[in-house]
């Protein structure tokens, strides 16, 4: 009589990885601390997901490639563990965000002039600004450069770049669809040649003359 020892730990496993790890998050207790701010914050274990072997990239991920797969008998001989990417999944829940009266996420927003009343404010109201402990607080609008579209500009501060640079430039600020924001500075030198200056993150990187 065969006895297919292994297929009990195969079995075991095998729950482990498609139902196991989710349902372990049932009973784990949500975890409740304070900031040395005093904000409160509380963080939850939502549940986990087991991954395939695979072979990671050098930032660290794991790649669904079929060529990038990984099995057993490589492990083996390059000394190495068969394992696979296990991702979790963690809620943070924090203090709240204020909102901003009459945005999308206010409850005042669409009321008719008698509700708005009912609900103790002016029947004018038009919102854009916080309530933050009792007082109604405004964030001050700042004037920025067009994004996406280049500015001629005359700038003194620009001839103290280096040798050869002039006051003349065109500045574009291109913004991506996170409003994440680069700067690109097309600078007029005396040679008539141009140089391209890049800054990211603060940091300015100057390329060679065109």
Do not use: W
Not at 154 to 180: A, D, P, W
Request: proline fraction near 4%; charge should be positive.
């Amino acid at each position: 009589m065969d006895c297919d020892i292994a297929s009990y730990h195969v079995s075991s496993f095998d729950y482990l990885a498609d139902e196991g790890l989710h349902l372990a998050a049932l009973d784990v207790p949500p975890e409740k601390f304070r900031l040395p701010t005093g904000e409160a914050i509380e963080m939850k274990y939502n549940g986990a997901q087991l991954g395939y072997p695979s072979l990671e990239t050098s930032s660290g991920t794991s790649s669904s490639l079929e060529s990038m797969k990984i099995y057993p008998s490589e492990c083996r001989q390059r000394g190495t563990t068969y394992r696979a990417p296990l991702k979790a999944s963690i809620e943070i829940r924090s203090n709240g965000v204020p909102v901003m009266l009459m945005s999308s996420r206010c409850h005042l927003r669409g009321l008719s002039r008698s509700q708005l009343v009912a609900k103790g404010e002016e029947g004018t109201e038009k919102g854009g600004y916080f309530i933050v402990k009792g007082s109604e607080k405004v964030i001050r609008l700042l004037v920025a450069n067009r994004r996406n579209f280049p500015i001629a500009i005359v700038r003194r501060s620009f001839k103290e770049k280096g040798k050869l640079f002039t006051q003349y430039g065109v500045m574009m600020r291109c913004i991506r669809e996170n409003h994440s924001a680069a700067m690109i500075t097309l600078h007029y030198l005396e040679t008539g040649a141009i140089t391209v200056a890049l800054q990211v993150n603060f940091i300015v990187s100057i390329c060679s003359g065109l």
